[in-house]
């Protein structure tokens, strides 16, 4: 990380990013209120930091030791522009902000008389955002894939019904991207990308949609590790996309536990997540869990462990639906969900330190 000082010119800035980029590196420029820091993005051994630090306008170089440094709080500390969490603004939706944000809809659109009679309900129920899945990451491929399986015409069709039934009820609108095919086409439509848990690890993935520059709502897998999963949203960052939304969404079960929950739900990731960094994390109680009877619970509780908001599967009647019907709570059922979520927090603002 390279601070430079307060009253450093635009040419020093731009001589010091000359210098990465010389070494073969890539900077990343944060201009804050009082000073600008760069932040590199590669392999920190090819540049000679005794040579960075007394190039003119440099304040003091600081190697920041985690492999997340672009999204840490430490960088964040380094200016001014980001000294608090980060709130990503959808539309008139703040995500990260005092408000929980509930993201609510079907695992897979299926129609279009199906989707806007979820969005509606949503809508009604209280919930932000309208998801509705087009490319189903499926276990099996004989099992419905999302209307996206059936080619481009047909995806291009459910992704105009998302989009009007976002327009028509004022909900901005996400859906996930499977492959890196279908990230211009996806990104087209919605207000925001989903990449799902499988796909954490695709790098590549990642820098295409991050390019996009819609926020990103990104799923940790279900194997990985804190650091690994923070470490696999830098590769976002790093293309200049600071607008990620962080998913908690359980992990791989142990024992006879998949008996009782499809994942486990780890709610300690939450405030963890929080102390490394500035990013808002989500938490998805319905894949977590894989059971309605659950997704009450583990909402509040979610939201008691100072998530940022809730991403919750929704159908009007969950034993029709093709996909992922246990897990699904109705509209009504996702109200008393919301209302509880917010009397969650009112009361437990302040008291939960993160
Ligand atoms: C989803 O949200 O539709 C989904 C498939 O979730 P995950 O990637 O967490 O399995
Ligand atoms: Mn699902």
């Given at each position: 990380m390279i601070v430079m000082e307060g009253e450093a010119t635009v040419e020093q800035i731009e001589n010091v990013i000359k210098e990465i980029k010389r070494c073969r590196l890539r900077a990343d420029l944060s201009k804050g209120k009082y000073r600008s820091v760069i932040g590199i993005v590669g392999d920190e051994s090819k540049i000679n930091f005794t040579h960075l630090a007394i190039l003119p306008g440099v304040k003091e170089v600081l190697r920041i030791e985690t492999p997340y440094k672009l999204i840490s709080r430490g960088y964040a500390k380094l200016w001014e522009g980001l000294s608090g969490d980060k709130i990503i603004r959808v539309g008139d939706i703040e995500i990260g902000g005092e408000e929980p944000v509930f993201i609510a809809g079907?695992?897979?659109?299926?129609?279009k008389a199906q989707l806007f009679r979820i969005a509606e309900g949503v809508k009604m129920a209280g919930a932000h955002i309208l998801r509705g899945g087009i490319f189903k990451p499926r276990s099996s491929v004989h099992s419905f894939q999302g209307l996206g399986a059936g080619g481009r015409e047909e995806a291009r069709e459910a992704l105009d019904w998302l989009r009007e039934a976002g327009r028509k009820f004022e909900l901005p609108v996400i859906t996930e991207v499977r492959g890196e095919t279908q990230v211009d086409l996806v990104a087209d439509y919605v207000d925001i990308i989903q990449i799902g848990a499988r796909n954490m690890y695709d790098q590549d993935l990642l820098a295409q949609v991050a390019k996009k520059g819609k926020p990103v709502l990104f799923k940790r897998h279900f194997g990985a590790g804190v650091e690994e999963f923070l470490s696999f949203a830098e590769y976002i960052v790093a293309?200049?996309?600071?607008d990620i939304i962080l998913c908690e969404r359980g992990l791989v079960p142990i024992g006879k536990g998949k008996n009782y929950t499809r994942?486990?739900?780890?709610?300690?990731?939450v405030p963890v997540i929080q102390k490394e960094t500035y990013l808002p994390i989500l938490v998805d109680p319905s894949h977590a869990t894989g059971r309605r009877d659950l997704i009450f619970s583990m909402s509040c509780a979610a939201i008691a462990a100072g998530a940022s908001g809730l991403m919750i599967e929704v159908h009007y009647?969950?034993?029709?639906?093709?996909?992922?019907g246990q897990q699904m709570i109705t509209p009504d059922e996702l109200k008393d969900v919301i209302d509880a979520c917010r009397r969650v927090r009112k009361a437990t603002r302040g008291i939960v330190k993160t």
């Open positions: 079907p695992c897979a659109i299926e129609s293309e200049g996309n600071r994942y486990i739900l780890d709610l300690a990731a009647n969950p034993a029709e639906a093709l996909v992922d």
